[in-house]
């Protein structure tokens, strides 16, 4: 009997993720209204194409995005001109009072989609093709600039990084930001998670999942690049872990399965002297992570286990560790908007095929965008627009 396994994406998939949205352009906006500059923000085809260009944190388009603007504003500027940190980037362009212009948001990013991929952190992955001769084309005008790695070389940092702290701000409101942190918040708002979210999930649907991760049928988790608390087994952790994922679990009613976030990946990340980046998908480890998790109910081990097989299998090692968890036989089913998932669980399966697993996989992109579609397609994913009919299709396998 084949033991029947579904991994979802949150955001998108399970999640209509309005508050991430929502704090995404109130963030440009807010960032926008620094420069006194008269210029749109990008508009609503952006984060899917940035997303279907492996791009999928909020983390990571706000600065690209501010990039792009800063790029376009240093253009105008006679040669010479520095700033050493963003405070007197945006200070420069404030008072060189500029003319409203558009923004090639869309032009710039194409131009960026070979990078993103480079490094787990596309902000980073900026960074480092701006640095040396070899990619003239990549925001040609600030490269150079003294504040280029304050905006794009610490976007997960709290006390380095500005745009990091504004979404986090508007994300968590400000009395949930400043218990997370311990800081005073940037701006007094309230939480745009709670605001904005809400379930893509049929009540039936949920009703289906939860009953069938209670009695056995079913094994479920949540493979998500959301902020969390670290593995269900810690009971103390820093402030630097924030409960949205387990937020979403709870608004779709599926709070039972199991969960693979950024506060998980971040959790092995510290313990193993990595970075949660490095971790998360298209990484084969959150995958294995997610996948043993789903079948054993266990976390922690299940992030150390994967840590360790992943390792093993990209030294080419002989495997040490051992699958006596694993069933005979696995139908393995993940839902994705983005590549980056598909990615992640298809790796897994290479490399416990290797070891001699019995997998079937299936994936099943849940996309209407264009660009999302064609990048699902190509991976060989089924394409819905609903992920409802999608598990409902996944389940009569």
């Known amino acids: 009997m084949r033991s029947k396994v579904m991994l979802f994406d949150v955001d998108g998939v399970l999640v209509q993720a309005?508050?991430?949205?929502?704090?995404r352009e109130a963030s440009m906006k807010f960032f926008i209204d620094q420069l006194s500059w008269d210029i749109p923000a990008p508009d609503e085809e952006i984060p899917p194409l940035l997303e279907s260009y492996g791009v999928t944190s909020e983390w990571d388009m706000v600065p690209i995005s501010l990039a792009i603007i800063l790029d376009a504003a240093w253009k105008k500027f006679p040669e010479g001109v520095t700033a050493h940190t963003l405070e007197q980037a945006f200070k420069i362009v404030r008072e060189r009072k500029l003319p409203p212009q558009d923004i090639d948001y869309l032009g710039?990013?194409?131009?960026?989609?070979?990078?993103?991929?480079?490094?787990?952190?596309?902000?980073?992955?900026?960074l480092e093709a701006c640095k040396g001769d070899s990619n003239?084309?990549?925001l040609p005008n600030i490269r150079n600039q003294p504040f280029m790695k304050e905006l794009l070389g610490y976007t997960r940092d709290i006390d380095q990084s500005i745009t990091f702290r504004?979404?986090?701000?508007?994300?968590?409101?400000?009395?949930a930001f400043a218990a997370t942190y311990h800081r005073s918040p940037e701006i007094q708002i309230e939480s745009f998670l709670e605001k904005y979210d809400h379930s893509l999930l049929q009540p039936e649907v949920s009703a289906i999942l939860k009953n069938g991760i209670v009695h056995g049928n079913?094994?479920?988790?949540?493979?998500?690049?959301?902020?969390?608390?670290?593995?269900?087994?810690?009971?103390?952790?820093?402030?630097?872990y924030t409960p949205e994922a387990e937020m979403a679990l709870k608004m779709i009613g599926v709070e039972e399965m199991a969960l693979m976030s950024f506060g998980r990946m971040n959790y092995l990340a510290e313990e193993k002297g990595d970075q949660a980046d490095h971790l998360l998908k298209p990484s084969p480890v959150q995958a294995l992570a997610a996948l043993r998790a789903a079948l054993t109910g266990e976390e922690l081990a299940s992030l150390e286990w994967a840590y360790e097989l992943a390792g093993q299998a990209q030294a080419g090692q002989k495997l040490t560790i051992s699958l006596d968890w694993l069933p005979e036989n696995i139908e393995l089913h993940v839902f994705e908007d983005s590549a980056t998932g598909i990615l992640s669980v298809k790796r897994a399966v290479d490399i416990l095929g290797n070891y001699g697993a019995q997998i079937e996989w299936h994936a099943w992109g849940i996309a209407s965008h264009t660009e999302k579609v064609t990048v699902l397609r190509g991976l060989g994913a089924q394409i819905f627009t609903d992920v409802n009919p999608a598990i409902r299709a996944a389940l009569s396998y």
């Open 108 to 126: 710039s990013i194409q131009r960026f989609r070979p990078f993103f991929m480079l490094t787990s952190v596309p902000s980073e992955a900026l």
């Open 166 to 175: 504004i979404f986090q701000n508007i994300v968590l409101g400000a009395e």
């Open 18 to 23: 309005g508050g991430y949205w929502a704090a």
């Open 136 to 138: 003239p084309e990549v």
């Open 218 to 240: 079913l094994f479920v988790g949540a493979l998500t690049a959301r902020p969390s608390l670290p593995p269900k087994e810690i009971r103390s952790f820093n402030h630097n």
